[in-house]
Each structure stands twice: as structure tokens, then as C-alpha cells.
């Protein structure tokens, strides 16, 4: 049933403010003819681990619009009917205890070659502490939230597909709510669907994401929960950044600040404490990771002062807040938290609420190192525990024979890549070629850059952890269709891109061909200047052939970590275009890369010369 009330305070416009001294936002003029209902419709979502207190629900509706009005389920208690948190007596001062992570990458333990060092359940021995603390306290009460990336990029990945994934346990350990991170995406919204699915559908939020269908049911804008009496509302909030998933390119992301404002008019009164749970990262100039339109610290600048009263944020790795607040982290009023990465720190702020009619204010902000807090042995035992032993199963299990070649040594890898033909890329391009055909797609050639390689490996027998260093991402195989010009343009672009003597070695994007590619690049005076010559295409001048379509397959991530040089080199030479593959038409194939070169492997017992480990001559760097 909808909230009604004479007060009305919950419709877009009102004025009415739970808090009198936080400003709500003014919405855009609109006649009342133009008026079109957009209620959020408030659900519960109720824990499966005991709760201590807390009871949670889910705002289902699209928040990229003006938000008109609360729907309240009618199985829901009237008391969720009252519209003004500052109606609903609480028993005041009241101090809300919030831990809060980001970043986990699914790492709930380190494996280290002295053995597994507990990760998570630390985390929740300083959890279950504060929950006793607290329990009988009418007083106090304590969340636990993730602000995203809670899966991708560690060894963990290896059995997401065997319902061993961070949602299960936090649905078990009863965290609250998570924001949904960019690397959440990596494996495909369908498999993220069914991993939500799973957990018993474990709150997962994005206020800004305009979900795609298979997400609609399991993705949600916002979050109420019910602490001891006390409304807390949780907004997420996700980048548009560093998207690499097999369906990222047909996932639209609205204006983040926009789509706060317009859940701030109904969200703002209907709760005593409202959080942004944000994985847009810290600030557009953050370097550790690519913050697009906003950072948590633009997202506060351009909200009404003090309109929320957190910002817990996420996706940057910043390590914020050590001992205490730091004034440099309060922006427009608004203090902004964030935990390191990979379960490192927990961060744990303080809201007091003095009394009803004041507005809550964050008393303490500091990190608890990870380390130095004692492991919960029966969660370690019961949860964790089973979950190492099938990984250690996985990670250990042989896939055949390594050869002995300088170009699969990892400072090759790192220092190497870009300055001359690679075997190891060879084998990779080879080991795409044969999949994709395997696979059913006819391309021509494959080609790859050094992002997708973190480590090499020695001449020995190779086992699944082993290639899963040197491969930790989520990249999937994708097809592009390129003409022979394009395809020249591509080549000349890639000299321009070649490590050179006396400079130094970055990321620049320099891309590897398959065998099909046999070219020369003459370096020439400087980077302007580089050009690729010589240049055959399955045995056949390119020059030839520069009306033919060809089709080709890489990687999901392909040359994106080069963009920090791309806008360097581009605001230099303004006269010069670099090629952008984005351009060209293309289609995911939602096959693993890492996967798939696993059965290239196999195919030929191993990382071997039989299945591409050689250097045969295809690429040609003279420095002249």
C-alpha cells in the first residue's frame, strides 16, 4: 500500500526535512500536467543469519528518474507507513556502529607459501565482537557493508562456478548490503544474476545502473535497515569504469549525482541516517585505478551540503581515515570512508544520534588492521576451511609441462613485451586462434597486449594455480571485424606504440599478432614517425587486400590500462589519431579467456613449442 499521509513529505517537492538543519535538494520546475508517477516500492529482504536486532528491506524502482513516492508493502508493519523518521520515537543518543570493507576480490584468505593466512574471518571476529558488545543495548547497534569488487582477480575465482562465491558467505554471516562493483561484472550479468540467485539473494545495490533484465530482480537502487528502531537508508553507487564483462559495452550508467537527487526528496525524511555505499572511487585525479565523471569526492561537492550523512566509498584501494577522521576526507560536509583492498583494513565509523529531531553526525572514523585482529576459529572451521581445501584441489591440479624459453620468464613479461616478437604471446594468440574455431567463429587472426599477463613461468610442470598467475583476470574472448585500411591504420598506430631505447616502459597498449600477421616496424626518429612496413596478411599483401573484412579475436580488457598514455600522447600530438577499437563492431563470446587457453594447454601438454611457444620471424623491430 502506498504511505499516506497529510504531511505528504515523501512526494517529490516536499519540503519537509527529518532533519531540519540538512537542506533537501530542490527538484526542477515541473507543470502538473507533466507530472509522472515514480514510486519506490519498499520490500523485505530478510536475513538468514541471526540478526541481533535489525530487520532489512529493498527500494525496487528506476531511480535514474525523479522519485514521486514510497510504495510500502502491505505484509510489511504499519510502522514503516509513517513517511517522517522524525515521527518514530527512538531511544536517543543512539550510536550506530558501521564495519565496512571494499574491494575483497574474493580473497577470504591469503594463501602464502607458509600456509593459508586467515582474511575473513577476521574480519568477522571484530563483527561478532561488536554484535555482543551491543546486543542488549537498546542504545547502540552495528551494520557491516561491502562497497563492491567483491569478486574477480584473486585464486578464489576458480570456483565461483561451484557456488563458492563471496555472496554465500555474506548471506551466511548476515552483511547487510554490498555495492555492486565494476569487476562484479566481469563474468557476465548472467552469471552474476545466478550467483545473487544463489546466495539467496543477497542485497546487492546500484542506484545508477539501469539494469538489464536478468539483473532487474537481483540489482537495486537503495536499501532500508531497521537498527533497534532506527531508519539507516543505503544508496549505491557504481563506476562505469574499467568495464570488461562480456556484455559491459550494453550496460548503461546514469549521472550518479543526479540520480542521489532524486531519491534524496523521499529517502531524506523517510530515514533517521542515510549512506551512499559507493564504488565510483575516491577522485577523478585517483591513479590506482580509472575514476570516470565523478569520484566520491565530486559526488559530494555537487549534493546539497550535508545531504547524507556518509559516503562509505570503494574501487580506488584508497586507505582513508587511519587513526581518526581526517578533515581532508569531510567534503561539503560530508565525510567519505574507504578501506584499502583485498581485506586488509576494516573500517569502522560511528553515527550519533543525539535525539530525534537533530541531524546524525559521524562521531569516529578510523582502520582496524586486518592482521592484527584474532581469527572466529567455528567460522574459520565451518565456512573458510572447506573452501581452501577445494581451491588447494583446483589450484594443484596438473595441466601438463612448461618449455624452456626465455620469452616465458616473468621479467620477460614485465620488461619485454613491447620490444620485440614474443613466444609467450605467440602461444596465447595461437591458443585464441584454435578456441575461437574450436568454438564455432571463423576469425583470421588474434592478437593480444601485455595486459592480460601478471606473471611468467619456469621450466617445470605447469599446474591450474600456475597459469592462473599468470592469468588472475576475468577477460573473455571477444570478436571484431576490422577492413584491410582499418586494419593498416591499426598496424601504424602499433609501431607508433613499440618500446624504445632510452625510454622508459610503460603501458602504452602494443599489441602482439597471431601467426596470420607478418609486418616490420622501423621506429624511425620518434614515435610520430614509427611505421609498420611490410605488412602480409595470410600470405597475402595487405596493400592487396585493403577492401576485405577481416574478423579477429582478443580480449575483453584489451589495450584499457594504456588509456593513462593514449590522453597524454593525444593531448601532444592533437594532428595525429590514435586507433581506437572501440570503433569497430564486435561481439562477446563470453568465453574465458583463461578457460579456454586451459584447453589449448591441455591440447598440447602443456605451454610448448607444438602449441605456439617460438619465435618465427612474424614481427620485425628495426631501429633506425
Not at 125 to 151: E, T
Not at 572 to 588: E, Q, R
Request: aromatic share 6%.
Amino acid at each position: 500500500m502506498a504511505i499516506a499521509s497529510p504531511c505528504a513529505v515523501i512526494l517529490l517537492g516536499s519540503p519537509v526535512n527529518s532533519q531540519p538543519n540538512l537542506p533537501v535538494p530542490k527538484p526542477s520546475a515541473r507543470s502538473e500536467s507533466a507530472f509522472v508517477p515514480n514510486p519506490l516500492r519498499l520490500v523485505a529482504a530478510p536475513y538468514l543469519a541471526k540478526n541481533q536486532g535489525r530487520s532489512r528491506f529493498l527500494f525496487i524502482g528506476d531511480a535514474t528518474q525523479p522519485i514521486t513516492a514510497i510504495d510500502v508493502d502491505p505484509n510489511i508493519s504499519s510502522r514503516y507507513q509513517i513517511p517522517r523518521a522524525a515521527d518514530l520515537p527512538i531511544v536517543t543518543p543512539f550510536r550506530l556502529k558501521i564495519l565496512h570493507f571494499n574491494d575483497l576480490h574474493g580473497r577470504i584468505a591469503h594463501l602464502a607459501p607458509e600456509g593459508n593466512i586467515p582474511v575473513f574471518s577476521r574480519l568477522v571476529s571484530r563483527y561478532h565482537q561488536q554484535q555482543r558488545k551491543y546486543a542488549n543495548n537498546p542504545q547502540a547497534g552495528v551494520l557491516l557493508l561491502s562497497a563492491g569488487d567483491d569478486m574477480v582477480g584473486t585464486p578464489f575465482d576458480a570456483l565461483v562456478s561451484e557456488c563458492n562465491h563471496a555472496y554465500d558467505l555474506y548471506q551466511t554471516l548476515g552483511v547487510d548490503a554490498a555495492a555492486l562493483g565494476n569487476h562484479d561484472l566481469d563474468l557476465g550479468t548472467h552469471a552474476l544474476a545466478k550467483m545473487i540467485q544463489r546466495s539467496g539473494d543477497f542485497p546487492v545495490l546500484s542506484a545508477n545502473l539501469l539494469p538489464p533484465a536478468q539483473l532487474k530482480k537481483v540489482v537495486y537502487p537503495a536499501a532500508l535497515l531497521d537498527v533497534k528502531g532506527v531508519r539507516v537508508g543505503i544508496i549505491g553507487l557504481t563506476t562505469s569504469a574499467q568495464m570488461k564483462g562480456s556484455d559491459a559495452r550494453h550496460l548503461t550508467f546514469v549521472d550518479p549525482v543526479q540520480v542521489v537527487k532524486n531519491l534524496l526528496p523521499v529517502l531524506r525524511p523517510y530515514c533517521h541516517v542515510l549512506i551512499i555505499l559507493s564504488h565510483l572511487g575516491y577522485d577523478l585525479h585517483s591513479t590506482s585505478a580509472t575514476v570516470e565523471d565523478y569520484g566520491d569526492r565530486q559526488l559530494a561537492e555537487h549534493l546539497p551540503s550535508g545531504a547524507v550523512d556518509l559516503i562509505i566509498g570503494g574501487h580506488t584501494h584508497h586507505i582513508l581515515n587511519e587513526t581518526c577522521l581526517n578533515q581532508e576526507n569531510i567534503v561539503n560536509g560530508i565525510p567519505i570512508v574507504q578501506a584499502g583492498t583485498l581485506g586488509r583494513f576494516l573500517g569502522e565509523v560511528t553515527i550519533t544520534l543525539r535525539d530525534e529531531q537533530q541531524p546524525a553526525t559521524v562521531t569516529n572514523a578510523k582502520l582496524s588492521v586486518t592482521a592484527d585482529l584474532p581469527v572466529e576459529p567455528t567460522f574459520e572451521q565451518t565456512q573458510i576451511a572447506p573452501i581452501i581445501t577445494s581451491l588447494h584441489q583446483k589450484l594443484n591440479h596438473p595441466l601438463g609441462m612448461v618449455a624452456d624459453h626465455p620469452d616465458l620468464e616473468t621479467d620477460a613479461v614485465l620488461n619485454d613485451f613491447a620490444s620485440h616478437e614474443s613466444a609467450f604471446a605467440n602461444f596465447i594468440t595461437a591458443g585464441m586462434v584454435a578456441q575461437a574455431q574450436k568454438n564455432g567463429y571463423e576469425v583470421d587472426f588474434a592478437l593480444t597486449d601485455a595486459a592480460v599477463l601478471c606473471a611468467g613461468l619456469p621450466p617445470a610442470t605447469l599446474v591450474y594455480g600456475d597459469w592462473f598467475a599468470v592469468m588472475p583476470h576475468a577477460d573473455t574472448l571477444r570478436l571484431f571485424q576490422i577492413t584491410g585500411a582499418q586494419l593498416w591504420d591499426l598496424l601504424q598506430d602499433n609501431a607508433r606504440r613499440a618500446n624504445r631505447y632510452g625510454e622508459a616502459h610503460l603501458e602504452r597498449g602494443f599489441v602482439q599478432f597471431s601467426g596470420q600477421i607478418r609486418y616490420k616496424i622501423q621506429l624511425g626518429e620518434n614515435r610520430v614517425v614509427a611505421q609498420a612496413t611490410d605488412i602480409v596478411v595470410r600470405g597475402i599483401l595487405l596493400k592487396d587486400q585493403l577492401a576485405h573484412t577481416f574478423t579477429f579475436v582478443t580480449h575483453s580488457f584489451i589495450r584499457q590500462p594504456a588509456c593513462h598514455w593514449e590522453a597524454k600522447f593525444s593531448q601532444k600530438h592533437l594532428d595525429i589519431a590514435l586507433f581506437n577499437l572501440d570503433v569497430l563492431p564486435s561481439k562477446d563470446t563470453e568465453l574465458l579467456l583463461r578457460e579456454a587457453l586451459i584447453t589449448h594447454i591441455k591440447t598440447y601438454g602443456g605451454v610448448t613449442k607444438a602449441g605456439g611457444v617460438v619465435r618465427d620471424g612474424r614481427l620485425r623491430i628495426d631501429d633506425i
